[in-house]
């Protein structure tokens, strides 16, 4: 089953606003997804919910939410709520500020939701938004099943994904010991590491991309195992 989407969008046109808002909303979606998604009904087919910074409303616009939502049919499979950010100075706040703040506004957004939406009791949900506030927001996964066999040894590949950066690496089977990679930007790690496999040719490893765009337009993934690997 397709999963649902939780994402967000800015409106303002000044990028400096919201720096590293991205990286928040990539990561926060694959938070979102294990914690709440099975909680959510699919009867109204919606394929998105969505946080709507917006600059030029004062406060978040619960009642125009509300009129579109509450006990309505969900056009275009789009629940968007839209948050007033007109106070927020994004870049001042801290890690753990920038996770209350982004948690505040999803539980607006569900708390306003009416009984339909859920699968199980509304406060379910609010009690797994809670939980993950209070959690360390990184992932630590697999792009690729299969595993390196490089000098006798064996790596499993693994990104570590956190609101700062993206960080492809090989962990040694034997001792755990890690080897990195490259660094990504969180919020491009859907295109920019978006693999399907990968080949070794004597000591250079090489990751191959999924599609021919990636393929087309972006570096090469390449690494010297002789070089990285003491």
């Not at 997804?33 to 109204?44: E, F, L, M």
């Amino acid at each position: 089953m397709r999963n649902i989407w939780f994402t967000i969008y800015s409106s303002t046109k000044d990028d400096t606003k919201f720096i590293g808002l991205q990286n928040y909303r990539t990561l926060l979606e694959m938070l979102l997804i294990p914690a709440i998604q099975d909680k959510i009904s699919r009867d109204k087919k919606i394929q998105k919910y969505m946080l709507m910074f917006s600059n030029s409303i004062e406060d978040d616009n619960i009642e125009l939410f509300k009129d579109l939502h509450y006990e309505k049919k969900v056009n275009d499979g789009i629940v968007n709520l839209y948050i007033s950010t007109k106070h927020i100075e994004w870049n001042k706040l801290t890690e753990q500020e920038k996770k209350d703040f982004l948690i505040e506004k999803w539980k607006i957004l569900f708390n306003n939701l009416s009984d339909d939406y859920f699968l199980t009791d509304k406060s379910e949900v609010i009690k797994s938004l809670e939980e993950l506030r209070e959690k360390d927001w990184k992932i630590t996964s697999s792009p690729l099943k299969k595993k390196l066999k490089y000098n006798k040894e064996v790596y499993t590949i693994v990104m570590d994904i956190s609101a700062e950066k993206t960080e492809l690496a090989l962990v040694r089977d034997s001792d755990g010991k890690r080897f990195a990679l490259k660094d990504f930007e969180t919020s491009k790690i859907q295109t920019d590491a978006n693999f399907k496999n990968f080949k070794l040719d004597g000591d250079i490893l090489t990751f191959v991309y999924s599609n021919i765009f990636n393929t087309m337009f972006e570096s090469p993934a390449i690494f010297d195992l002789k070089e990285l690997i003491q």
